[in-house]
């Protein structure tokens, strides 16, 4: 059965021209774009997106990066979706992301590290909903 999740592409990788490249390669690799947003968060939303990390030492260096500038927030579908995805960005920590992932190729350190993805099922329809309406994702 095919699953939609969350790809959000990260100002850093916006900012080095990178964004059309991790893009290709998720098509690549079986996801179909259902809906693509540009978009530059305010710290007010970039707090309620990242709202289950705060009070955590990293908190605030990671709503300052997604501030930093622009992002690409991405509704995309293929079978096991969410799995899937995570397996094709890599691991946070580009220096430990297998080769031909995403954050291999394209992210500059753990902090900046090109993409996000959801992590679960329940964490990709609150992520959706977050950037897309209903409608918006109708095709």
């Known amino acids: 059965m095919k699953e939609l999740t969350l790809a959000m592409v990260k100002p850093d990788s916006l900012a080095a021209g990178k964004a059309g490249r991790i ?38 260096d990671l709503v300052g990066f997604i ?20 397996e094709v960005i890599g691991a946070t920590d580009p220096a430990q992301a297998e080769a031909g992932t995403v954050r291999a190729l394209y992210a500059e350190s753990k902090q900046r ?11 990709a329809e609150r992520e959706l909903r977050f950037f897309f309406s209903r409608s918006d994702l109708i095709i």
Request: charged share 30%; aromatic share 8%.
């Open 67 to 86: 501030t930093s500038g622009p992002v690409i927030a991405l509704a995309v579908e293929r079978e096991d979706a969410v799995a899937y995805l995570r």
């Open 113 to 123: 590290n090109a993409i996000h993805a959801s992590d679960s099922p329940a964490s």
């Open 23 to 60: 893009i290709a390669h998720l098509e690549e690799r079986g996801f179909r774009i259902l809906c693509l947003k540009m978009l530059r968060l305010s710290r007010e939303k970039a707090g309620e997106f990242y709202g289950e990390h705060l009070g955590k030492p990293f908190y605030d």
